[in-house]
């Protein structure tokens, strides 16, 4: 198999690059990265037409644009575990999923989708409660709130009609009942922490996902490429690849 594993030079990039060449010693790795320097990598998709098998993308959501692009014309299944897309680049990610399959997930972690199936459960039970998102990440990440927190809110708001979601509360004032709140919190080197708080006024539920290694989110992202492959067009995520281990 041959992986074109795209944002190949940066933080992540690099642990996918170790994880992929550890798991799969046999598989070929083509890298491709803007900021690639000295040769280490193509610097655009673009610059490689050569055989590949998937592309997984660790890059930047200002890509996806391209990186969609360059899947549906070359008829490439695609993973992409980059957030923050625009409104017009997750429109771009819907089109290309009408030529390939498309796995697209603000996180890779099983784990996340568990806490994820378990975080509507809980507020279902408890219609009453206050719930409270909390996420914590390194000082260098980008985006606020994360990805996954976002993911973790609206799931919790399927289950709750007419709830609101707020991110962060910085203003003086009494909660609103319909409220679900988002905190984020960047410091040090974190991997990544997602709390839930389901508070009555009798008892609170905490549903709690921590990352220990950058690892973690490399090994689902090669669960998701060696799963991708095997799929018609449309769009997935890693509910998807949940589903089928659960069957």
Not at 116 to 128: G, H, N, R, S, V
Not at 187 to 195: K, W, Y
């Amino acid at each position: 198999m041959k992986y074109i594993i795209h944002g190949a030079c940066g933080r992540m990039g690099r642990v996918v690059q170790r994880v992929f060449r550890e798991k799969l010693p046999d598989a070929d790795l083509i890298c491709v990265d803007p900021m690639a320097r000295d040769g280490e990598a193509y610097v655009a998709l673009a610059d490689y037409d050569g055989p590949a098998d998937c592309i997984v993308d660790f890059s930047h959501h200002s890509l996806t644009p391209a990186l969609t692009s360059y899947a549906a014309a070359r008829r490439l299944p695609l993973v992409i575990a980059t957030t923050g897309q625009t409104p017009e680049e997750l429109a771009a990610i819907r089109e290309a999923a009408k030529t390939v399959p498309v796995l697209f997930a603000s996180n890779f972690s099983l784990g996340i989708v568990v806490l994820t199936a378990l975080a509507k459960q809980a507020a279902k039970a408890f219609p009453e409660a206050d719930i409270e998102i909390v996420e914590a990440h390194h000082n260098r990440k980008l985006d606020v709130p994360s990805g996954t927190a976002l993911t973790l809110a609206q799931a919790v708001q399927s289950v709750r009609p007419g709830s609101r979601l707020v991110i962060g509360r910085h203003e003086n004032g009494r909660r609103d009942p319909a409220d679900i709140g988002v905190h984020s919190l960047r410091m040090g080197n974190v991997v990544g922490v997602h709390e839930i708080h389901i508070c009555t006024d009798t008892q609170t539920l905490t549903l709690r996902h921590e990352a220990h290694d950058r690892a973690l989110f490399a090994e689902g992202a090669l669960t998701a490429a060696q799963w991708v492959v095997t799929m018609e067009p449309g769009l997935y995520d890693m509910q998807s690849i949940l589903n089928g281990i659960l069957q």
